[in-house]
């Protein structure tokens, strides 16, 4: 009975002694937790980051964390005369700091819960990504229900200020527009395939990039981006995000994605900017990819071209072969590599013959007077008609 009185005892210490050691080093851990990231522990957003961060890259990320007050006072309170634009979740200001330096601030709705979501992302993707033709996240502050994300300011505002801006477009002649689709085609290349890790954008439009002030094109926005491991091209979701028009019709009609979904709006994107026109405000009883198609077809490609772009001279050809490059891109079921590498190879040599494109599967967008979303209806093809333009590419299009 003495020994076996003994032994309980010796076990309960043993319990007792585990049980206050494991609570005093969860207690210190917690503690030296919350002090790396200067935030409150119970906040799920923290949860969340901590799970997905490294040892370094926590590190990294509480050398970005800025105090609340300062981004408040450079702002001047949020003041609605800093203000830049306004998006889905949140409002975009500008600021200065003492030192002179110019930032931009995105303030995060309260009220949206898909903030968080927005919030995370942007904050994971800073310690992985630096590219010059994204924009650079430069941190972020929280404070209570606060959350700010603070970019590099980027002089020129977005591309959809300018080519959409009867004005302004005669800011952007050729050149200007092929180094920005370039720009552009480069930036999500990296995305795709040369950072850290893969990355699906998913709202690739003209408002989402910026210009800064030699007119370089910097991809911002990436609060709907879709992470993977480098060894995934495609998935599903049941949340559709991003913006009718720039959507692959996978994607927006089965929230089927993948890197093709951004080449299809990539693409769209390059007839914007060589048409001025938008995509969604378009002729009745015609989309903008069937006007574009109905043009090549009938060999009149030139009218889909912007008028200031038709005065220049010496740029027609290259302007016609980015447009035989964007339908070759938001075909169905393209028979030509459509990865964004072929992509910008297509765009840089003029050597390279490109095949015919067949006509798009086309999406006509009907706006709901209730609800003020655009819904998608299907057009089927019809039947295939050989382009009027049937010419040996690679000789039309010297550079």
Same mark, same amino acid.
């Given at each position: 009975?003495?020994?076996?009185?003994?032994?309980?005892?010796?076990?309960?210490?043993?319990?007792?002694?585990?049980?206050?050691?494991?609570?005093?080093?969860?207690?210190?851990?917690?503690?030296?937790?919350?002090?790396?990231?200067?935030?409150?522990?119970?906040?799920?957003?923290?949860?969340?980051?901590?799970?997905?961060?490294?040892?370094?890259?926590?590190?990294?990320?509480?050398?970005?964390?800025?105090?609340?007050?300062?981004?408040?006072?450079?702002?001047?309170?949020?003041?609605?005369?800093?203000?830049?634009?306004?998006?889905?979740?949140?409002?975009?200001?500008?600021?200065?700091?003492?030192?002179?330096?110019?930032?931009?601030?995105?303030?995060?709705?309260?009220?949206?819960?898909?903030?968080?979501?927005?919030?995370?992302?942007?904050?994971?993707?800073?310690?992985?990504?630096?590219?010059?033709?994204?924009?650079?996240?430069?941190?972020?502050?929280?404070?209570?229900?606060?959350?700010?994300?603070?970019?590099?300011?980027?002089?020129?505002?977005?591309?959809?200020?300018?080519?959409?801006?009867?004005?302004?477009?005669?800011?952007?002649?050729?050149?200007?527009?092929?180094?920005?689709?370039?720009?552009?085609?480069?930036?999500?290349?990296?995305?795709?395939?040369?950072?850290?890790?893969?990355?699906?954008?998913?709202?690739?439009?003209?408002?989402?990039?910026?210009?800064?002030?030699?007119?370089?094109?910097?991809?911002?926005?990436?609060?709907?981006?879709?992470?993977?491991?480098?060894?995934?091209?495609?998935?599903?979701?049941?949340?559709?995000?991003?913006?009718?028009?720039?959507?692959?019709?996978?994607?927006?009609?089965?929230?089927?994605?993948?890197?093709?979904?951004?080449?299809?709006?990539?693409?769209?994107?390059?007839?914007?900017?060589?048409?001025?026109?938008?995509?969604?405000?378009?002729?009745?009883?015609?989309?903008?990819?069937?006007?574009?198609?109905?043009?090549?077809?009938?060999?009149?490609?030139?009218?889909?071209?912007?008028?200031?772009?038709?005065?220049?001279?010496?740029?027609?050809?290259?302007?016609?072969?980015?447009?035989?490059?964007?339908?070759?891109?938001?075909?169905?079921?393209?028979?030509?590599?459509?990865?964004?590498? $072929?992509?910008?190879? %297509? @765009? &840089?040599?003029?050597?390279?013959?490109?095949?015919?494109? /067949?006509?798009?599967?086309?999406? =006509? !967008?009907?706006?709901?007077?209730? $609800?003020?979303?655009? %819904? @998608? &209806?299907?057009?089927?093809?019809?039947?295939?008609?050989? /382009?009027?333009?049937?010419?040996? =590419? !690679?000789?039309?299009?010297?550079?």
């Amino acid at each position: 009975m003495g020994t076996e009185g003994g032994n309980k005892t010796r076990n309960i210490i043993i319990i007792t002694v585990a049980v206050a050691v494991s609570g005093t080093l969860a207690a210190c851990a917690a503690i030296y937790l919350s002090k790396r990231i200067k935030r409150k522990p119970h906040e799920l957003l923290e949860v969340l980051l901590l799970n997905e961060l490294s040892i370094d890259e926590i590190s990294t990320v509480e050398s970005l964390q800025y105090e609340f007050g300062k981004i408040r006072a450079a702002t001047n309170d949020f003041s609605d005369a800093n203000k830049l634009g306004k998006g889905g979740f949140g409002v975009v200001y500008w600021g200065k700091f003492l030192t002179g330096q110019k930032i931009a601030v995105k303030r995060l709705s309260k009220s949206s819960g898909q903030g968080n979501i927005e919030f995370k992302n942007e904050v994971l993707l800073v310690v992985r990504l630096q590219h010059r033709n994204l924009v650079r996240l430069l941190g972020f502050s929280l404070e209570g229900t606060e959350r700010l994300l603070i970019y590099e300011f980027v002089q020129n505002a977005s591309l959809d200020q300018f080519i959409f801006d009867p004005i302004k477009c005669s800011r952007l002649d050729w050149e200007r527009r092929y180094k920005i689709i370039e720009g552009i085609a480069r930036g999500i290349l990296y995305l795709h395939e040369d950072s850290r890790i893969r990355i699906i954008h998913r709202d690739l439009k003209a408002s989402n990039v910026l210009l800064d002030g030699d007119m370089n094109p910097k991809i911002a926005d990436f609060g709907m981006t879709r992470l993977s491991r480098n060894d995934e091209t495609q998935g599903n979701t049941n949340r559709i995000v991003g913006t009718y028009g720039y959507m692959a019709p996978e994607y927006a009609m089965h929230g089927q994605f993948s890197v093709k979904s951004d080449v299809f709006s990539f693409e769209v994107l390059v007839l914007e900017i060589i048409s001025g026109q938008k995509n969604h405000c378009f002729r009745s009883g015609e989309t903008f990819l069937s006007f574009v198609w109905k043009n090549w077809r009938e060999g009149t490609a030139g009218n889909v071209v912007d008028l200031f772009l038709r005065s220049g001279s010496g740029s027609m050809n290259e302007v016609l072969r980015c447009i035989h490059i964007g339908l070759l891109c938001v075909q169905e079921n393209a028979s030509h590599p459509t990865g964004m590498g $072929s992509v910008l190879r %297509m @765009l &840089s040599s003029s050597s390279l013959t490109l095949a015919m494109p /067949s006509q798009p599967t086309f999406y =006509l !967008s009907i706006q709901s007077h209730d $609800s003020n979303v655009s %819904m @998608l &209806s299907e057009i089927q093809p019809q039947s295939h008609h050989s /382009s009027k333009n049937n010419i040996s =590419l !690679s000789e039309l299009y010297p550079r």
